[in-house]
């Protein structure tokens, strides 16, 4: 998991991200890259050491206006295509680079879930009070260094990725913030705003499509449980591959978790992880283990012949491979199908877990809403603050609200933000998440307000690899290193059974 920050880490750290690149900004001489190197920029936006031309050839330059004429089309009449055979072709086929963005932003749904004002609150409690902002920077720097969006020290695109994570780990506290999450973002910054690159990580990591929540949260239960799934639809399509694998000691936890938790970047060339990406974003996560079967098919006779050193370069040098993108897609789909026949193409959540958030529509006391105002009012500029107030969430357990701010933040309470109207003061409960270690959190005594009322939930899933203790069925388990983000009871009379996590 990430580094704790300190209050004065934190301040430092998101100065240097305000005043960007200005006149007086502190950036060492190893944190921008020597660029005199580079002699290419591909079309994505990667440099390269060496002098090549990309230049596509005009027939593919018109070919692909062509496709993104149609497209926009289909996108200005998106409820008629948005299920149809069309769709699914033109996916397949590929979505033009001019047309990602606002396609992806389509296909995830982002505008049914945005709740306006909440990223901007989101933005300011992150940098306010996120415990992960260490980690985030960290990351922000060593995230894409050749590409042109992020090679620049605390520039638009840094301070754009910086601040998604920051956002997202006060949105989604249980998880908080963890490594692999930053190449995500990044990518979803190179074809969507900041705001709308939030909600697509939003759906990504939180709705059942794609549940990436289990790859990321301590303990990494559906990340373990893929590995196990990968080895049996490994076995059960190659048996003859599996078998030489297993005799050269290959397992598929060498090298599936990182092409599952960063979703194949940097393990295909980029232009192919888009691909990719277009089918995940249309079918969801199945293509991910589809893809990790593909990429061991197609290049099966070679692994036949190769000893353990061997297969493990190969497996690290795909990104360098020079691979036929419709081959692959087409394999892709082939495989999929195949998955789905045999009923292996996703994993089966062994327990659906309850309603995560809850809304409590009854006055905080005047200490609590005070508090709120206080630490979302600096990032809420946009926002009428006579019409609007950003609320508090707090955990579940009915006690007495502590009467000190400072440690209702030490506490973990000022953990999300919603903003409604004035006079209307509402506690938003909620948390999210899973690790491997199984609690009963009716045993948990965290303070929080009464008279709970349902409303939006949110969701987890504990997989077959977890250790849920059997004897407490609705047990939930949490983020060890977050244990003020206490999941739900599921036996609360007001809690609410759940499909997502947004």
């Known amino acids: 998991m990430a580094n704790r920050t300190t209050a004065n880490e934190r301040m430092s ?32 936006g990667f440099m390269h050491t060496h002098p090549v031309d990309f230049t596509p050839p005009d027939k593919l330059v018109q070919l692909e206006r062509e496709r993104a004429v149609k497209w926009g089309v289909m996108i200005s009449k998106w409820h008629k295509f948005q299920n149809s055979d069309t769709l699914r072709r033109r996916v397949s086929k590929g979505i033009p680079n001019s047309v990602r963005g606002s396609v992806w932003k389509h296909v995830l749904d982002t505008d049914s879930i945005r709740e306006e004002g909440v990223y901007s609150v989101m933005k300011e409690l992150g940098r306010q009070t996120s415990p992960d ?32 994570l920051v956002a997202y780990s006060m949105y989604n506290p249980t998880l908080g913030y963890c490594q692999g999450m930053s190449s995500i973002a990044a990518v979803l910054l190179m074809y969507l705003n900041e705001e709308d690159a939030f909600w697509a990580m939003v759906v990504l990591i939180g709705s059942p499509k794609f549940a990436m929540h289990g790859l990321l949260i301590p303990g990494l239960p ?24 297993q005799s050269q000691h290959i397992d598929p936890s060498d090298y599936c978790p990182a092409w599952f938790v ?9 232009q192919l992880t888009l691909r990719v990406w277009d089918a995940m974003m249309f079918e969801g ?59 292996m193409a996703v994993l089966r959540p062994v ?22 105002r206080t630490t979302a009012g600096a990032g809420t500029s946009g926002i009428a603050t006579a019409t609007a107030m950003a609320v508090i ?110």
């Open 393 to 502: 969430s707090v955990p579940s357990t009915p006690s007495p609200l502590p009467n000190n701010s400072q440690s209702r933040r030490q506490n973990g309470l000022v953990r999300t933000a919603h903003i409604y109207p004035s006079n209307s003061y509402q506690s938003n409960a909620s948390t999210a998440g899973a690790s491997s270690t199984g609690v009963n959190p009716s045993s948990s005594s965290h303070p929080n307000t009464s008279n709970h009322n349902p409303s939006q939930s949110r969701y987890h899933y504990s997989y077959a690899s977890t250790s849920v203790n059997p004897s407490h069925p609705n047990s939930v388990p949490v983020n060890p290193s977050r244990p003020n983000a206490v999941p739900v009871n599921p036996s609360h009379p007001n809690t609410v059974p759940s499909q997502t996590l947004l």
């Open 13 to 44: 750290i998101v100065a240097k991200y305000d005043l960007g690149r200005e006149e007086g900004a502190a950036i060492e001489d190893w944190e921008d890259p020597d660029f005199s190197v580079y002699k290419s920029t591909d079309r994505y």
């Open 262 to 270: 960063k979703c194949f970047l940097d393990t295909i060339p980029f």
């Open 222 to 245: 559906k990340l373990l449980a893929s590995c196990e799934l990968h080895g049996r639809s490994r076995r059960r399509l190659f048996p003859k591959l599996d078998k030489h694998l």
């Open 133 to 164: 902002i260490h980690q985030i920077d960290l990351d922000v720097l060593r995230t894409f260094r050749t590409h042109i969006m992020y090679r620049r020290r605390y520039d638009i695109k840094q301070q754009a990725l910086f601040h998604v």
């Open 285 to 343: 996560e199945r293509v991910l283990m589809a893809t990790s079967l593909v990429l061991l098919k197609i290049n099966k006779k070679n692994m036949l012949k190769q000893s353990e050193d061997d297969i493990r370069i190969s497996l690290q040098e795909l990104s360098s491979q020079q691979l036929n993108e419709d081959y692959v897609i087409a394999e892709l789909e082939s495989v999929l199908s195949d998955l789905v026949k045999v009923n």
């Open 351 to 372: 327990v659906e877990l309850q309603s995560l958030r809850e809304l409590n529509r009854h006055a905080l006391d005047k200490s609590v809403t005070e508090d709120a």
